[in-house]
């Protein structure tokens, strides 16, 4: 303990140091438009919202994924407490662009700041949470230590750590602080049995340490606007003649596979569309610019331009619209494991649209994401169909197009693992919550209900 504090206290120094750094490579990013032109102070702890009197919980997340999975629980969360008050932050601008707008309006929305001393500390003055729930792996000394010192309980769900962190923290430098910092939780829930090995190893107390399931099964549908959903149909409607997949969470790189595979399946469905998907939308529009410059009828989604009766590519360059876009689609291609090195994606979504799920492998597993396709496999072997490499792919995508029983027995495969593994999970993270992190929150709202009730009396 005593050498953790000392590398605390290394890194708080440090940390402090580089403040003004720090904020000039904000202003860099405000710059490039990376950062949000007027909100960015929030990234210095400094707020745009007020503070709303009574008990107060923030949940945090990276990006878009790990806010979608906090949806769920926080909705369950206020359902059972009404008078909570949410604060949700974000750190990437795509995903503030996303939930911004459609988010219930009785969450708080803004950036998180960054792990210096002061912005965490004006950000704790001014919000005062009564507790802090963490998604996945925002793992944060600063953060973590001065909310232990405020008294504030902590929950870390869908906690995971990746092969590479786990090697860094589990060092003779590192443990020692990692291992402090984790002691500061009251519950960390991972991702799944692997991932709780991994905490364990890196010396979190084991009796915080409880297993719920996977949090990315149940990502909702946080909806379209009316304009959406009429643009959805309609590409629905121009797509129901055509032969359909889709590639989704395309990196760099992964797109020259997905194009060599297109090219081989046009030659024996003349009639079929390719829907690519990247990871960022400004590699969507770097694909199509490529694509129309070699010739090919290409519609790019951002420029709601009809489909063609030649056009055999649909490249997506919006967020947000994920879940919508496997419902168009009977097959889909996973990406991020095309690649050596890569980690996979999320297939949960597309189990959940009823699509045949196909992965490749380049090396021994997908990443974290490993556990989510053993689990699917282990509760339907046909609910995903992993392949070794770009030749594989395109014999089981011409296997799925011309043998309509088995695109069929595929999709109700996943459909099946899907609805088996998502069921109770909420639910079973709201159990651990309110034992662990809620509990001392009722006596404290019932406390506030019954003050705000006399100041009422009072004055009438």
């Not at 860094?168 to 020692?176: E, M």
């Not at 509760?379 to 392949?387: G, I, T, W």
């Amino acid at each position: 303990m005593k050498s953790g504090l000392v590398a605390y206290k290394i890194y708080r120094a440090l940390s402090h140091g580089i403040s003004p750094l720090i904020q000039l490579h904000l202003r860099w990013r405000r710059f490039r438009g990376l950062e949000h032109l007027q909100r960015w102070p929030e990234r210095l702890g400094q707020p745009s919202q007020p503070r709303r009197p009574g008990p107060l919980v923030w949940f945090h997340a990276v990006s878009l994924g790990e806010g979608m999975i906090a949806i769920p629980v926080i909705k369950h969360c206020l359902q059972r407490m009404p008078q909570l008050n949410v604060l949700m932050t974000i750190t990437t601008l795509s995903a503030f662009e996303v939930l911004s707008n459609r988010l219930p309006s009785e969450i708080i929305l803004q950036f998180s700041p960054v792990d210096t001393p002061a912005s965490i500390s004006s950000f704790l003055q001014y919000w005062k949470p009564n507790a802090i729930v963490l998604m996945e792996s925002e793992l944060w000394p600063n953060l973590i230590m001065d909310a232990s010192k405020n008294g504030i309980t902590m929950a870390l769900l869908n906690a995971r750590i990746s092969e590479k962190s786990f090697n860094l923290w589990s060092g003779s430098v590192l443990l020692p602080l990692i291992s402090l910092m984790l002691s500061k939780f009251s519950l960390i829930a991972p991702l799944s049995t692997e991932q709780g090995v991994r905490f364990q190893l890196l010396q979190a107390p084991p009796y915080i340490i409880n297993y719920s399931g996977d949090l990315k099964y149940v990502i909702e549908d946080i909806g379209l606007n009316e304009s959406g959903r009429k643009n959805i149909d309609n590409l629905r409607h121009q797509l129901s003649q055509k032969q359909v997949w889709m590639a989704s969470s395309i990196h760099r790189g992964e797109e020259e596979i997905i194009l060599g595979v297109h090219t081989v399946l046009m030659q024996l469905q003349p009639n079929i569309v390719t829907i690519i998907v990247p990871r960022h939308p400004q590699q969507g529009r770097e694909i199509a610019k490529k694509l129309e410059l070699e010739g090919h009828n290409v519609v790019l989604r951002s420029q709601h331009g009809r489909l063609k009766p030649e056009t055999n590519i649909y490249v997506v360059d919006t967020l947000g619209e994920l879940r919508q876009l496997y419902t168009l689609t009977p097959i889909a291609v996973i990406g991020g494991s095309f690649l050596p090195g890569m980690s996979g994606h999320n297939i949960s979504e597309a189990a959940a649209a009823g699509c045949a799920i196909l992965t490749v492998i380049s090396g021994r597993h997908v990443g974290h994401f490993s556990h989510m396709v053993l689990e699917m496999q282990q509760s339907n072997p046909l609910s995903v169909l992993q392949v070794s490499g770009k030749l594989e792919l395109e014999k089981s995508l011409i296997d799925l197009f011309t043998n309509t029983t088995l695109l069929e027995a595929r999709r109700r495969a996943a459909t099946e693992a899907f609805c088996m593994l998502s069921s109770n999970i909420v639910a079973n993270v709201w159990s651990l919550l309110n034992f662990h992190i809620f509990s001392g929150l009722f006596s404290e709202m019932k406390l506030h209900n019954i003050t705000a009730k006399t100041m009422s009396n009072e004055a009438s």
